[in-house]
């Protein structure tokens, strides 16, 4: 498994370096708010993200590396446990601000799989007349593979803010998606990942510089176990 693992870090890394949008680097913050049974948590999560709009639609994918479980760093040992991407693709069909979405979610841990994920259906897109905010809502078929009742229903809806002339960027997801898991007790998963971001190119002496700094705060319920979770990030991006 560790070695399949290695094979898919290297070989994303390869191919997503070339063109990726944005890197950006969390550090954790979870240890310092929930004392007890963090095993699940990461100590640095790195993300690659690409978004790229053609004539047929638009591409989206990003790739999540996890570097060490809190439990792991208590024994002093540090290495990338985890990696998990998403890539959608969006076709035009000839009304403003409708597309056709497809998608695929998935990725290994150091000692588990997680299951493949296929989603279709539409998607709606609504932005401003400058583009400094756009929201995307969908309401996804979602199978997922090997699960007990693998039919499902997904709803998401993205979105992406400016203000203050480009100082201050608002950008996020949420998921809400029905996953039968009979070991947890569960049948829905909660998760939304709002970001903020203070852009350093917005400063006249550091307007080369595409560093940002902000936070990021996962909010979700019954997502690594039964419950509901809150933790917040520390972060940087660089963006391409």
Do not use: C
Request: charged share 15%.
């Amino acid at each position: 498994m560790k070695k399949t693992l290695l094979l898919l870090i290297s070989a994303f890394v390869v191919s997503l370096s070339l063109s990726a949008q944005n890197v950006q680097l969390h550090y954790d913050l979870g240890r310092s708010i929930y004392k007890k049974d963090l095993s699940f948590r990461p100590v640095l999560t790195s993300t690659i993200e690409n978004f790229k709009i053609d004539k047929w639609g638009n591409t989206f994918f990003f790739v999540d590396f996890d570097y060490g479980s809190s439990m792991q760093m208590a024994g002093k040992q540090s290495s990338i446990v985890t990696a998990y991407w998403e890539i959608a693709r969006e076709f035009t069909i000839g009304v403003p601000g409708l597309n056709a979405h497809i998608e695929y979610n998935g990725g290994l841990n150091s000692s588990f799989t997680f299951n493949n994920a296929y989603l279709a259906g539409p998607s709606y897109t609504m932005a401003s007349k400058d583009f400094s905010k756009v929201f995307t809502f969908m309401l996804l078929y979602k199978y997922i593979q090997d699960n007990p009742k693998p039919n499902s229903v997904q709803f998401t809806t993205v979105w992406n803010m400016f203000f203050f002339d480009k100082k201050l960027q608002f950008t996020g997801f949420l998921d809400i998606w029905k996953e039968h898991r009979p070991w947890q007790g569960t049948e829905f998963i909660f998760l939304t990942e709002p970001q903020i971001w203070y852009n350093l190119n917005t400063i006249p002496s550091l307007k080369d510089v595409n560093l940002s700094v902000g936070s990021e705060l996962e909010l979700g319920a019954n997502m690594y176990k039964k419950g509901f979770f809150a933790i917040p990030t520390l972060a940087l991006k660089w963006t391409f």
